[in-house]
């Protein structure tokens, strides 16, 4: 089991409880949530998106996808999917497609979706494709609590 190393030291630094869970490779969010036999809608799942001022990490459950004609309208700027070279660039230390939702480790601006705050309990990716973090949903809505909220998922 691995963790990415700048989300471990965020997670400590910010003296917050967490358990891993190791669960067979898994390629997507989706997947994950199935391999690991945790609720889709309790997997925070990262989107990074691009603007011209820079990136920013949007997050919504995994069995969602990001609307981006919505997201767009919430900030008020245009905004596309930033391409795979800036996903590995920004989350260095982490496998392609299992980048963390903790924008604040990254000093990646995010926006997490109101659907994942107040949950009993919440997994995200750890930095690969075994690992997930597990943190109690309080804990959660503490580690984002600088995150921008907003509504701008729909079901894929």
């Known amino acids: 089991m691995t963790i990415a190393a700048r989300l471990k030291h965020h997670l ?9 869970v190791r669960h067979p490779y898994a390629a997507t969010a989706s997947e994950c ?3 690991a036999h945790v609720p889709g809608d309790h997997l925070a ?3 990074l998106i691009h603007m011209e001022e820079g990136p920013m990490l949007a997050v919504v459950p995994s ?3 990001v609307d981006l004609t919505t997201l767009q309208a919430l900030l008020s700027r245009r905004i596309g999917l930033a391409p795979e070279a800036d996903v590995e660039e920004v989350f260095d230390d982490c496998d392609l497609g299992a980048a963390p939702p903790v924008g604040a480790a990254y000093d990646v601006p995010t926006i997490i979706d ?10 995200f990716e750890a930095g690969d494709h075994k690992t997930l973090i597990e943190m109690k949903g309080s804990d959660f809505d503490q580690l984002m609590q600088d995150a921008d909220h907003g509504s701008f998922c729909c079901v894929h």
């Open 12 to 20: 400590e630094a910010q003296g917050l409880p967490f358990d891993m």
């Open 33 to 35: 949530a199935e391999a």
């Open 45 to 47: 799942k990262s989107v």
């Open 63 to 65: 069995n969602h996808q």
């Open 114 to 123: 109101d659907s994942l705050s107040g949950l009993d309990k919440i997994w």
